[in-house]
């Protein structure tokens, strides 16, 4: 069964500091995608960012960066220099992929609410 | 990404009646798309599976009667909320594979729909 993990209910800091989301996840398929979401207070899930299981590579996008290791499966996602605007709820989630690169329906985390405090 | 769109953005109804919501991929054909729902302050849970022509696949503990899905076009799904009581005020909202399947729209959520039943 895939289940996702984040055992970080609340998050607050100050802004400018630097924060990791973290998210374990479980899966018997060998070939699976992650993703993180942000969730602000009007709703709209914000796409961040997907990761195919085979590529393992960090990736940095401007203040954010997401550690992807197989070995532990997880996935954590940090967010250099906080600002008030990162305050949402983030949420990972899992995938299986078919073929053709598609993704299955996508399983969630119970989700990390961060609070950036001026 | 993908641009998937979602009306209404919110809706107030009585207990009792009926509520439909729509789910449009606007750029692209779907045969496939995803409803979730997200009760307050909790993950998102996918409710069911919408086949372009064909019935939809629920998941386990979503009563197929009380929550009808018609996807009648590439484009275009539909969730209605029948008989609808205060239980099932909660945020509904979906996204959609690109008939290609290789795209990652599947990612890209709609802007959601929150229902309130009073």
């Known amino acids: 069964a895939q289940k996702v993990t984040q055992a970080q209910t609340e998050i607050s800091v100050v802004e400018k500091e630097d924060v990791t989301l973290d998210c374990v996840y479980e899966t018997r398929d060998t070939t699976y995608y992650l993703f993180w979401y942000k969730q602000p207070p009007s709703g709209e899930l914000v796409f961040l960012i997907r990761r195919n299981s085979f590529d393992e590579q960090n990736e940095i996008s401007g203040r954010y960066s997401w550690n992807f290791q197989k070995s532990t499966s997880s996935f954590n996602f940090t967010i250099t220099a906080s600002q008030v605007v990162d305050s949402a709820v983030y949420f990972c989630?899992?995938?299986?992929?078919?073929?053709?690169?598609?993704?299955?329906?996508?399983?969630f985390g119970t989700g990390t609410l961060l609070a950036v405090q001026p | 990404g993908a641009v998937v769109s979602q009306h209404p953005s919110w809706v107030i109804c009585k207990s009792g009646t009926s509520v439909k919501i729509e789910c449009r991929s606007l750029?692209?054909?779907?045969?496939?798309m995803f409803w979730y729902r997200q009760f307050p302050k909790q993950s998102l849970m996918l409710m069911a599976t919408s086949n372009e022509g064909s019935k939809a696949t629920y998941e386990q503990g979503v009563e197929k009667d009380k929550f009808l899905i018609n996807h009648a076009s590439l484009t275009l799904s539909t969730l209605t909320v029948t008989s609808a009581h205060p239980e099932d005020s909660s945020f509904y909202i979906c996204?959609?594979?690109?008939?290609?399947?290789?795209?990652?729209?599947?990612?890209?959520f709609g802007q959601g729909t929150r229902l309130t039943v009073v």
């Open positions: 996204s959609a594979r690109d008939i290609q399947g290789n795209r990652n729209t599947e990612a890209f």
């Open positions: 989630a899992l995938s299986e992929a078919l073929y053709g690169g598609a993704t299955n329906k996508l399983i």
């Open positions: 750029d692209f054909q779907a045969t496939t």
